[in-house]
């Protein structure tokens, strides 16, 4: 995805609760964030603290994006819950607090 797509396009962000509504976000946010965090999270070993990530991920972002995209920590959970459902990210078993690997 990149800036040039459909202003109006949007992504539907699922999460693994059942039950819960999937809810929809501005395609260029969903990608923004998205290749933050991919190019964060490793994809071996003990992973990153989830409680970590929007934080890391405010730091990858420029100025500009920050500025249009609004809550990160809101943001990063959101994409972050969908790439879970997608299966590309995955929670580390047995590791408290959460922490996230690249499937």
Known sequence: MNRAMDIDARVE???PTPGKKPTRIEAWKYATVRR????????????????RLPDLVRRKLSRQ???????????????KLDLEVR?????????????????
């Open 13 to 15: 962000c699922r999460t």
């Open 36 to 51: 933050a965090i991919l190019a964060l999270v490793p994809r071996r070993g003990d992973g990153i603290p989830f409680a």
């Open 65 to 79: 994006d920050l500025k249009r995209l609004g809550s990160v920590p809101w943001y990063t959970t959101t994409v």
């Open 87 to 103: 299966g590309e990210l995955m929670r580390v078993p047995n590791l408290k607090p959460q922490h996230l690997r690249r499937s």
